[in-house]
């Protein structure tokens, strides 16, 4: 396979189904999930694979955290054997901590202060994409959900916020991943923030509970649709929808089709 | 969920025991010693703080079975969100067991509800059981000096239920003859607090009825935090914050839909970095299922409640004591420390 393909595939931990599901190139990733069926593993496993990104260049990723403190993610990927402190520390992964965001100022308009983090944001890609890393960047948000929130539910400026985020993918060579919780748009009427993200992805990752229930080797199911981009270099096996089951331990995640599990 | 008493185990339970060596009734049953993980092993502090794996720390819930349904107990850190039952108000016995454990501990407490005198409800707080398990230990004691333990045959059924196999640990707890030692209590309802401990207390008491903003209710939260800090190897002592359905229609910011989940957000990551729990109680019926669902993904631990009706007599043939029984806890998810594991808790 071309040289590019070998990176991709090493990038992507070539090997489970979930990487065979996800098509490489895809610029915009939308991890869904919901109470009974947390993904928030999915992005642990994304962020992992974004910081091991090998071939030389290495990757890059800006994690845009509402949902946890640093100490939460360095601990969960440490047990997955991803050092995030190293990586925060040499710079590979820039944190921005958003517990508390937009903070500050009340009286602030909240547009502002999306538009103060897209820059940060903006720059930080900029810095990455000028040194010798060549590689793949990712920013990932955990999670718009919360952002909307922040937003005092401003879903407009919300959405802006990511459009821009989209334009650096474009335009930077970086891809977007970003989590949301389907059951909670899921009840409402007219065009939400995940129909806009649905719309948006070139790929979704839904996490679902099992209609059967509750087991203790599945924690629920995983459906992957590429959304029909074009693919430049790798063909995704012709395949537009994944489905399969998976299990979350401290290590990772095993991903098997129903009842091949042993 | 039991009136009158909380978790409290049959006398003959706490009989068939094997605390000290006395082991009472002879059966084809035996139960192999329960073996001690790590957070069972390590005595609690003086102020009723357990320590877990992980770094974890826990309080307890006022209500033994439930720590233990919860591996541990409340954790330090974390919030804890109850999901009323609309037409009966069994979550109190869940706030008053918590709060009054919290007070037995000597923890101190932040207490809002939509009341015009929150403070009233103080009197409503259980004492702990500790005379009547006295009681039931003599009654064991007794039972061992006869040899052969006769009388606590009774006792033993074929039919084994869950609870009986629970009063092993329970009086491993009560080792500790010390009150205070103790991790957890069992509390007893028809019995109100001592006033003198109430008086001693660091206990913040505010209201959140016709009240139109949650600004108070954050400032004296982050407030009270600030004095639990989490510190590397620092003493630790712990707080306790129970905010009663925060949500009601008496509230005056009642409406304000992303002002309440903008509280509760930044209310999580208050207490994430502190040496707290909060447990909010929600009547979830008036919120609207969307706004209901950013609340549970907002929980640590999820907890929700359904009263059983009386007189069904369907659910009589399923559930042994039905008579006794006021509601269903149903565990939705529980807090973890730096894990992306879930919790395959999922029990009612």
């Keep these: ?262 | 969920l039991s009136p009158g008493r909380v978790a409290a185990p049959p006398p003959m339970a706490a009989a068939a025991t094997g605390t000290g060596g006395q082991t009472l009734g002879r059966s084809s049953f035996s139960r192999a010693a329960s073996s001690k993980t790590a957070s069972s092993s390590s005595s609690p502090t003086a102020s009723g703080v357990k320590l877990g794996p992980n770094g974890a720390a826990f309080v307890s819930s006022g209500i033994p079975d439930l720590d233990r349904i919860l591996d541990g107990g409340f954790l330090l850190g974390s919030v804890v969100m109850v999901m009323e039952d609309s037409d009966a108000p069994h979550h109190l016995l869940l706030l008053r067991a918590f709060m009054a454990q919290g007070v037995v501990h000597k923890q101190p407490l932040l207490f809002a509800a939509p009341m015009k005198e929150p403070r009233s409800f103080l009197g409503a707080l259980p004492a702990p059981v500790a005379s009547s398990k006295e009681d039931a230990r003599q009654r064991a004691m007794g039972g061992g000096a006869a040899g052969d333990g006769r009388a606590s045959d009774e006792g033993l059924r074929i039919a084994w239920q869950y609870r009986k196999y629970f009063g092993d640990e329970r009086n491993s707890n009560a080792e500790h003859r010390d009150n205070k030692q103790e991790f957890s209590h069992d509390f007893d309802l028809r019995k109100p607090l001592e006033r003198h401990l109430l008086n001693a207390q660091h206990i913040e008491c505010l209201s959140t009825q016709d009240v139109d903003t949650l600004h108070d209710l954050q400032n004296r939260s982050s407030a009270f935090l600030s004095k639990h800090q989490r510190k590397e190897g620092g003493n630790l002592s712990a707080g306790r914050i129970a905010i009663q359905s925060l949500c009601a229609p008496q509230c005056g910011y009642f409406g304000k839909d992303w002002d309440m989940v903008s509280f509760l957000r930044s209310l999580k990551a208050m207490v994430r970095s502190s040496n707290a729990v909060a447990i909010i109680t929600f009547p979830y019926t008036v919120l609207s299922d969307s706004f209901c669902k950013r609340w549970q993904h907002l929980a640590d631990t999820l907890l929700s409640i359904k009263a059983i009706p009386d007189e069904d007599k369907d659910l009589a043939k399923l559930l042994t004591g039905y008579q006794d029984m006021v509601g269903f806890l149903h565990v939705h998810k529980v807090a973890q420390t730096n894990s992306q594991v879930p919790t395959q808790v999922n029990m009612t």
Excluded at chain 1, 58 to 72: I, M, Y
Excluded at chain 1, 78 to 95: A, I, P, T, V
Excluded at chain 1, 178 to 201: P, T
Excluded at chain 1, 216 to 226: F, I
């Design chain 1, 1 to 262: 396979p071309p040289p590019q393909l070998e990176a991709e595939m090493e990038e992507y931990g070539a090997g489970d189904l979930l990487s065979e599901a996800m098509c490489a190139g895809a610029r915009v990733v939308v991890v869904e999930d919901c109470v009974e069926a947390p993904a928030a593993f999915v992005l642990h496993l994304l962020l992992k694979r974004a910081l091991a990104a090998g071939g030389g260049g290495g990757g890059g990723a800006a994690l845009l955290a509402l949902a946890q403190p640093f100490s939460h993610y360095d601990r969960v990927l440490r047990k997955m054997g991803c050092n995030l402190s190293m990586h925060r520390k040499s710079e590979r992964l820039h944190f921005f901590d958003l517990q508390g965001f937009p903070g500050g100022t009340q009286g602030g308009a909240i547009a502002d202060s999306l538009a103060q983090l897209y820059s940060a944001v903006q720059r930080v890609v900029e810095t990455c994409r000028a040194g010798e890393n060549a590689g793949r960047f990712t920013v990932m948000i955990d999670d718009v959900s919360l952002l909307e929130v922040a937003a005092n539910g401003s879903a407009d400026d919300v959405l802006d916020f990511l459009h821009y985020c989209v334009t650096l993918t474009s335009e930077m060579n970086c891809s977007l991943v970003v989590l949301i919780h389907e059951d909670i748009y899921s009840s409402e009427d007219g065009v939400g923030l995940l129909a806009h993200l649905r719309y948006i992805a070139d790929l979704v990752i839904k996490a679902a509970p099992l209609s059967t229930g509750l087991a203790t080797d599945v924690h629920g199911q995983l459906s992957v649709v590429n959304k029909g981009m074009l693919i430049e270099q790798r063909p995704a096996k012709g395949q537009k929808v994944w489905s399969f089951h998976f299990k979350v331990k401290e290590n990772g995640a095993d991903f098997f089709y129903p009842g091949s599990r042993h």
